[in-house]
C-alpha cells in the first residue's frame, strides 16, 4: 500500500471521527462509504502479506475509538463535547490529531489537546457570565434585596411579580446550580426556603420553588424563584407541573421525563453539568426534568404553568411591566414587614 494510500484513509477516518461528534449524520454516511471503498481499494492494492511484514488490515479510527470502553468520547460524552463545542472553535483542531496510524501516544495527545481546549473554552465563557452578571451580589440592585445572609441573599423581582409575595433566594457568589454550589450555599438556601414556607404559611399561602439550569445559560448565576400560591390553588401547581412536565417530552428524548425527588434533592440525585428544571412545593422535593439538547424550554416555562394555576393574564409573565423606584420601594416595604420575624440573619 502506498503511503499516499494511507494518509487518504487516515484523513477520512478523521474527518469520520469529526462528523459524528458534530452530529452532522448525512456527512458521516458518506465519508463512512468513502472509507469503506478506500479500505477496499487499499486491500486490493496490497501486496502478499510476508512472514515479516504481516500486519491486519488498517481498522477504522471510529472503530479503534469506539471499541475502547472507557474512552472519553462515548455517546454521552460525544453530546457534551457537542454541546460545548462551537463549530468554528471545534475547526481549530488538526484532522491529524485523529490518524489512525497516530496510535496510542497521539491518540492521548489529542485528549490532552481537546481538554486544553475545553477549559480554555469554559474559562472564557465562565469569565464572561461572571463579569456582565446582575446577580452576584456586588452588583445586584441593593433596593430589592430584603435579607442578607452569609451566602445567600433574599430579594425582590425588579419588574412586576407574577404574584405579590413572588421573591427569589440568590447565591452571593456566581455559582450555576443547585447542583454545582458549595455545601454552604446549598445549605443557606434550605434554610431561607424553609423561613419563607413558615412565613407564607402564616398567610395561607404555599411556596412553589422553582430552577431552571439550561443550556443556554450554563454559566448563568443561579437563582431559585420563589412564588407564594393561595391555599385555594396551591394544591393545583403538583398536578399542572406534573403534567406539563410529561407532555414536554420530545420524541428525541432519551432521559427518563419526569423524575419525583420524593425523599431525594436534586443535588442528591442529577450529576453535574446536565441542564434540568425543577420545582418543589413547600417543604416537599417535588419533581426535576432533565433538559435535552433539542428541547424547547423556555425560560417562562414555570411562570406559564402558575398563570395556568391563577388564572392570569399572559401578559403579566410573557412582558412583566418595569415598575418605577417608588412601587418596587413599595413592595420592598411591604414583604420586609412579612419578613421580619423569620430573619435568621442577625446582623
Ligand atoms: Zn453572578
Known amino acids: 500500500m502506498s503511503k499516499d494510500k494511507i494518509e487518504d484513509l487516515n484523513e477520512l477516518g478523521a474527518k469520520l471521527i469529526k462528523a459524528e461528534l458534530l452530529g452532522d449524520?448525512?456527512?458521516?454516511?458518506?465519508?463512512?462509504?468513502?472509507l469503506e471503498n478506500a479500505r477496499k481499494a487499499s486491500e486490493l492494492t496490497k501486496p502478499e502479506p510476508s512472514a515479516s511484514t504481516s500486519r491486519k488490515p488498517q481498522n477504522y479510527p471510529r472503530e479503534k475509538f469506539h471499541k475502547h470502553k472507557n474512552h472519553r468520547y462515548d455517546n454521552e460524552e460525544a453530546k457534551m463535547f457537542k454541546r460545548n463545542y462551537k463549530n468554528d472553535e471545534y475547526d481549530d483542531l488538526n484532522y491529524d490529531d485523529f490518524s489512525v496510524t497516530s496510535s496510542k501516544k497521539l491518540k492521548n495527545e489529542f485528549v490532552h489537546q481537546t481538554d486544553q481546549k475545553f477549559a480554555q473554552n469554559k474559562e472564557k465563557e465562565?469569565?464572561?457570565?461572571?463579569?456582565?452578571?446582575?446577580?452576584?451580589?456586588?452588583?445586584?440592585?441593593?433596593?430589592?434585596v430584603i435579607s442578607i445572609g452569609k451566602h445567600c441573599y433574599l430579594c425582590l423581582p425588579n419588574s412586576e411579580s407574577i404574584v405579590d409575595g413572588s421573591c427569589m433566594i440568590v447565591p452571593m457568589s456566581h455559582c450555576y446550580s443547585s447542583v454545582t454550589c458549595d455545601e454552604d450555599v446549598?445549605?443557606?438556601?434550605?434554610?431561607y426556603k424553609k423561613a419563607l414556607v413558615e412565613m407564607f404559611d402564616k398567610r395561607r399561602c404555599e411556596c412553589v420553588f422553582y430552577e431552571m439550569y439550561t443550556n443556554e445559560n450554563k454559566y448563568g448565576h443561579m437563582v431559585i424563584q420563589c412564588v407564594p400560591l393561595d391555599m385555594n390553588v396551591s394544591n393545583l401547581a403538583p398536578i399542572y407541573f406534573k403534567k406539563a412536565i410529561i407532555e414536554s417530552e420530545s420524541e428525541w428524548s432519551?432521559?427518563?421525563?419526569?423524575?419525583?425527588?420524593?425523599?431525594?434533592?436534586?443535588?442528591?440525585?442529577?450529576?453535574?453539568?446536565?441542564?434540568?428544571?425543577?420545582?418543589?412545593f413547600g417543604s416537599e422535593n417535588g419533581f426535576a426534568h432533565i433538559i435535552e439538547k433539542n428541547e424547547a424550554y423556555p425560560a417562562h416555562f414555570a411562570k406559564e404553568i402558575i398563570a395556568g394555576i391563577i388564572d392570569l393574564d399572559p401578559m403579566v409573565w410573557m412582558r412583566p411591566r418595569k415598575e418605577s423606584f417608588g412601587q418596587?420601594?413599595?413592595?420592598?416595604?411591604?414583604?420586609?414587614?412579612w419578613w421580619k420575624a423569620y430573619e435568621f440573619n442577625k446582623n
Request: aromatic fraction near 8%; charge should be positive.
Open 25 to 34: 449524520d448525512e456527512l458521516a454516511a458518506s465519508l463512512r462509504e468513502r
Open 126 to 144: 465562565e469569565k464572561k457570565s461572571a463579569e456582565n452578571c446582575s446577580y452576584c451580589f456586588d452588583s445586584t440592585q441593593k433596593h430589592l
Open 186 to 191: 446549598w445549605q443557606e438556601i434550605d434554610r
Open 254 to 280: 432519551t432521559n427518563k421525563k419526569l423524575i419525583e425527588l420524593k425523599d431525594k434533592t436534586i443535588r442528591s440525585t442529577l450529576p453535574k453539568n446536565v441542564p434540568y428544571f425543577t420545582v418543589s
Open 328 to 337: 418596587l420601594s413599595k413592595k420592598v416595604i411591604e414583604f420586609s414587614k
